[in-house]
């Protein structure tokens, strides 16, 4: 396998296993938005032509919050779902390599999102050694046959 083909399949197997680490990050944000809204609803509302606070307005006021606050929610249910989906896949992609040390590397990195460093020392490896278990992990992880298709 030329050099080239072999870096566009290890990209598409860091994407792959980057994914999971997408789905943490969308629900945190989620939720910080959801706190931020609710935040927005507790204090006094500020009229942006005066900057000066108002009492919060009527009942059409309280229904839009709550629809907004309702969509948010199902956003975060459905990312969660997904979350979940998505690290069963990548864990059963990962227990199918045999050695032990490629495991732990494509966990620690993908799934827990340790840094290097963090994993060589948890490993008692160097984070030179980290990186080969890495490259030898990637050359033996195999993408699942849907997403090879869809790509």
């Known amino acids: 396998m030329d050099r080239e083909k072999l870096q566009t399949d290890n990209d598409r197997k860091k994407e792959y296993l980057k994914s999971y680490r997408k789905h943490v ?11 931020e809204l609710r935040m927005m609803k507790m204090c006094p509302s500020m009229k942006p032509d005066d900057g000066m606070p108002h009492g919060s307005g009527g009942q ?12 948010m929610i199902q956003e975060l249910i459905n990312e969660r779902y997904l ?12 227990k199918r390599l045999k050695s032990e040390n490629e495991k732990d590397v494509l966990f620690y990195r993908y799934i827990k999102g ?6 060589a ?3 008692g490896y160097s984070e030179r050694q980290v990186h ?5 992990a990637l050359a033996h992880f195999e993408l699942p046959k849907d997403v090879i298709e869809c790509q």
């Open 25 to 35: 990050r969308r629900i945190h944000r989620i939720n910080a938005e959801i706190e």
């Open 60 to 71: 059409g006021d309280l229904s839009g919050y709550a629809g907004d606050l309702d969509e």
């Open 83 to 94: 979350r979940i989906k998505t690290y069963q896949q990548i864990i059963r992609q990962i």
């Open 114 to 119: 340790m840094e290097w460093y963090e994993i």
């Open 121 to 123: 020392e948890m490993m």
């Open 132 to 136: 080969r278990f890495h490259g030898k």
